[in-house]
């Protein structure tokens, strides 16, 4: 499991708020409209129906409580490129809280509308230098909220695809921010320049080892779009199956990232 050394990619604090909490916003509205047998769905998530989504798509936002509850670590000791490698290590713990979650929280809207006030209360009561313990390690509360648009615009889509129209849209930011995390923690797994993985409109990053590009069009080349990305990073989509739907394009011997993927377990 690699560990960040790179510098990581700087975030807009302003912009990362907004974009959490607009798109917890988009779910909230869209699970307003959804009825007993749509919440009862299965979704792509194992077991996990329509309604334990939703309840997890709250405790991912409610870690951010849960942080700011505990002390300040005495220092920072990860990044956010070392959270993508470290969320498959929880996921069996993670899955029993959030049954117990969905069992707890019937009325899905109040649950969600109460985390909604209380994390723009607590994000107006801390600064985003404030340390939180996470399961990557202690990190900024601002570099934390990055990786919150990750879970939300994931989850988003993982209820798009449980529930047939839903149709819930990405805020643009934690599209981008979403996007941009998960192709630097490609790089960060696979560092070097000889393969070039383009995320239009979001992101462009380098990376597989060997021969450096330094002019003109790269000689390994891979593009795709930002859901396709995010699908392939978190596991969603296979590499293969990706390139025989046409939603991703590879040229070069070094364009074959299948080894490489998914980055989040």
Same mark, same amino acid.
């Given at each position: 499991m690699p560990t960040a050394r790179k510098r990581a990619r700087t975030y807009d604090p302003v912009k990362i708020r907004k974009a959490v909490q607009a798109q917890l916003g988009n779910v909230r509205e869209a699970v307003r409209t959804?009825?007993?047998?749509?919440?009862? +769905? #299965?979704?792509?998530l194992g077991e996990w129906t329509v309604r334990e989504l939703v309840a997890h798509i709250g405790m991912a936002v409610t870690a951010v409580h849960r942080g700011l509850d505990r002390p300040a670590p005495a220092r920072q000791d990860a990044t956010v490129l070392d959270w993508p490698f470290?969320? @498959?290590a929880s996921s069996a713990a993670i899955a029993e809280f959030t049954r117990g979650l969905a069992e707890r929280h019937p009325d899905l809207d109040a649950y969600l509308g109460d985390i909604d006030r209380t994390l723009a209360e607590l994000l107006d009561a801390h600064p985003g230098t404030r340390l939180l313990e996470t399961n990557a390690g202690a990190m900024p509360l601002a570099d934390y909220l990055v990786t919150r648009t990750v879970e939300?615009?994931?989850?988003? &889509? &993982? +209820? =798009?695809? $449980?529930? #047939? %129209?839903?149709?819930? #849209?990405?805020?643009?930011? @934690?599209?981008? @921010?979403?996007?941009?995390?998960? $192709? &630097? @923690?490609? $790089?960060?797994?696979a560092p070097g320049g000889s393969t070039e993985v383009r995320i239009p409109p979001y992101a462009v990053v380098q990376c597989v080892e060997g *021969?450096?590009?330094?002019? %003109?069009? #790269? *000689? =390994?080349?891979?593009?795709t779009d930002p859901l396709t990305w995010i699908r392939l990073a978190t596991g969603r989509l296979g590499w293969k199956d990706a390139l025989d739907a046409a939603k991703v394009s590879a040229s070069g011997e070094r364009a074959d990232l299948d080894g490489l993927l998914p980055l989040m377990g």
């Open positions: 959804l009825t007993p047998e749509q919440l009862a +769905l #299965p979704t792509r470290a969320t @498959a939300l615009v994931v989850h988003t &889509d &993982d +209820l =798009n695809a $449980a529930v #047939p %129209g839903l149709d819930i #849209p990405h805020d643009r930011q @934690a599209l981008a @921010a979403c996007t941009r995390l998960l $192709a &630097d @923690a490609l $790089a960060a797994k *021969p450096k590009h330094t002019r %003109g069009t #790269p *000689p =390994n080349v891979v593009e």
